[in-house]
T-cell receptor
Framework: AQSVTQPDIHITVSEGASLELRCNYS??????LFWYVQSPGQGLQLLLK??????LVQGIKGFEAEFKRSQSSFNLRKPSVHWSDAAEYFC????????????FGGGTRLMVKP | DAGVIQSPRHEVTEMGQEVTLRCKPI?????LFWYRQTMMRGLELLIY????????DSGMPEDRFSAKMPNASFSTLKIQPSEPRDSAVYFC?????????????FGPGTRLTVL
């Protein structure tokens, strides 16, 4: 069965500092990997996704993520955090074949200090 | 495009009452998902429809929960009878499935409180 672990429940960074959110997955085949962001009171919005090819993927809002097969990781990064990035971030894994079901990690809540 | 529409946005009810949550997917999407989000369990997939047919309902907690999709533009999630432990935010999401993964678009959610 597939699973996703986000080791950090809460992270606080200063505005302008760099950010890395960790995600580790378990899946038997090549996974599809995703990062979603959830602002307070809102639904989830897709930040970026990895299917194949270049292991460094760019997303919206200046985010990027790197797929590392050897480490079963798909960490999310941003070079300079803005106060508006404060939200909850979810990593998810989906099957690498036809199918749309996702398994989500527990989420990481990001707080940004002025 | 109005996105995925869910109603009501907030629902407060008493234990034992029937609750019906509604979802209108994005026009043209053929897959629909119901999720539940709680602090304790995170985001859980309850049921997944493709072309109005339930494909996987293994996440539905128990017989008190039922979901229907009578047509491509409407789905309901019903809880009868409701219990306090059903309090959560319920999300509906839709996508257009082409045989590969396609992005799921989430609605704003329904916050359910069962007293």
């Amino acid at each position: 069965a597939q699973s996703v672990t986000q080791p950090d429940i809460h992270i606080t960074v200063s505005e302008g500092a760099s950010l890395e959110l960790r995600c580790n997955y378990s899946y038997g085949a090549t996974p599809y990997l995703f990062w979603y962001v959830q602002s307070p009171g809102q639904g989830l919005q897709l930040l970026l996704k990895y299917f194949s090819g270049d292991t460094l993927v760019q997303g919206i809002k200046g985010f990027e993520a790197e797929f590392k097969r050897s480490q079963s990781s798909f960490n999310l990064r941003k070079p300079s955090v803005h106060w508006s990035d404060a939200a909850e971030y979810f990593c998810a894994v989906g099957p690498g074949n036809a199918g749309n079901m996702l398994t989500f990690g527990g989420g990481t809540r990001l707080m940004v200090k002025p | 495009d109005a996105g995925v529409i869910q109603s009501p946005r907030h629902e407060v009810t008493e234990m034992g009452q029937e609750v019906t949550l509604r979802c209108k997917p994005i026009s043209g999407h053929n897959s629909l998902f119901w999720y539940r989000q709680t602090m304790m369990r995170g985001l859980e997939l309850l049921i997944y429809f493709n072309n109005n047919v339930p494909i996987d309902d293994s996440g539905m907690p128990e017989d008190r929960f039922s979901a229907k999709m009578p047509n491509a533009s409407f789905s309901t999630l019903k809880i009868q009878p409701s219990e306090p432990r059903d309090s959560a935010v319920y999300f509906c999401a839709s996508s257009f499935s082409t045989g590969q993964y396609n992005e799921q678009f989430f609605g704003p959610g329904t916050r359910l409180t069962v007293l």
